[in-house]
């Protein structure tokens, strides 16, 4: 990509807030889950990434920095559209951890069409496999592991708000996240367990690029802002959402977005 897109590793600084906390990141390769990754572990949280197996080099580079910062990188590579693998990822990561404090479910997939008509049902499964079904199964599996003070943090978008018809099948799946976030929400917090979601706006990562063609040319100036936003600046929300210093926060929604309505 050009320009590359600024995941935190240059300027992330981190001030040990998740010190001792166990982390799972899916997306963990690139984007949005690699800048998280970054900056988890620059807190002091032991991690686990999962990404697909095509993405190994792009997963490489992710370990990388997390070790240099002294944090372990549990390398998960699969496909969460499939449940068994969502459910031993899990239950794998908190035997090799040693627990599991943090659910970050960040992975996503999207594809632009011309008009709606024109999304293949192949498609429109594909997008909700990945973006919500995997989302279920996670968190199915997490829940019994994690302690009171765990977080779940899911990944919505200004898609759920202001949806775009040429990938509505994406949009809907982002409404359907952040629904799922709230309700969630309600269910745990009996338990100690919060559960929020970020809400991007547009956001300069690999997956624009592979989804969107040739309008990227001006990806992101429609925001008040004027201009994409980075992976690096979605990072330190997760981090408040996996930290202490949310403790009374869940069922939220909190947006990034660059300016852009999200009510």
């Known amino acids: 990509m050009q320009?590359?897109?600024?995941?935190?590793?240059?300027?992330?600084?981190?001030?040990?807030?998740?010190?001792?906390?166990?982390?799972?990141?899916?997306?963990?390769?690139?984007?949005i889950g690699r800048a998280v990754a970054v900056a988890f572990a620059r807190e002091g949280a032991e991690l686990a990434i999962s990404y697909l197996p095509e993405e190994q080099?792009?997963?490489?580079?992710?370990?990388?920095v997390v070790e240099a910062a002294g944090r372990r990188c549990l390398m998960l590579p699969g496909d969460i559209q499939d449940e068994r693998f969502c459910r031993e990822m899990v239950e794998h990561t908190a035997r090799e951890?040693?627990?599991?404090?943090?659910?970050?479910?960040?992975?996503?997939?999207?594809?632009?069409?011309?008009?709606?008509?024109?999304?293949?049902?192949?498609?429109?499964?594909?997008?909700?496999?990945?973006?919500?079904?995997?989302?279920f199964w996670l968190c199915q599996a997490a829940v019994p592991l994690m302690k009171p003070g765990a977080s779940i943090i899911n990944t919505a978008?200004?898609?759920?708000?202001?949806?775009?018809?040429s990938i509505l099948h994406y949009s809907s799946s982002k409404g359907a996240i952040a629904t799922f976030t709230k309700g969630l929400a309600q269910e745990l917090a009996a338990k100690g367990i919060r559960v929020n979601a970020v809400a991007p706006g547009p956001i300069w990562t690999p997956l624009i690029v592979s989804t969107m063609g040739d309008s990227v040319?001006?990806?992101g100036e429609q925001a008040p802002l004027e201009r994409a936003g980075q992976p690096a600046e979605m990072a330190p929300i997760y981090v408040l959402l996996a930290s202490n210093e949310s403790?009374?926060?869940?069922?939220?929604i909190y947006g990034a977005t660059g300016g852009e309505i999200t009510a």
């Not at 320009?3 to 240059?10: H, L, T």
């Not at 970050?104 to 919500?132: C, K, L």
């Open 97 to 135: 951890l040693g627990g599991l404090d943090v659910l970050a479910n960040i992975a996503g997939y999207q594809m632009s069409f011309e008009s709606f008509a024109e999304i293949p049902t192949a498609d429109i499964e594909r997008v909700y496999r990945t973006n919500v079904f995997a989302m």
């Open 57 to 64: 080099p792009d997963a490489e580079e992710t370990r990388r």
């Open 217 to 219: 040319e001006h990806f």
């Open 247 to 252: 403790s009374y926060v869940t069922g939220m």
């Open 3 to 31: 320009p590359r897109p600024d995941y935190g590793a240059e300027r992330y600084r981190g001030s040990g807030r998740l010190n001792a906390k166990k982390a799972l990141i899916t997306g963990g390769d690139s984007g």
């Open 157 to 165: 978008s200004i898609q759920a708000y202001q949806p775009s018809p």
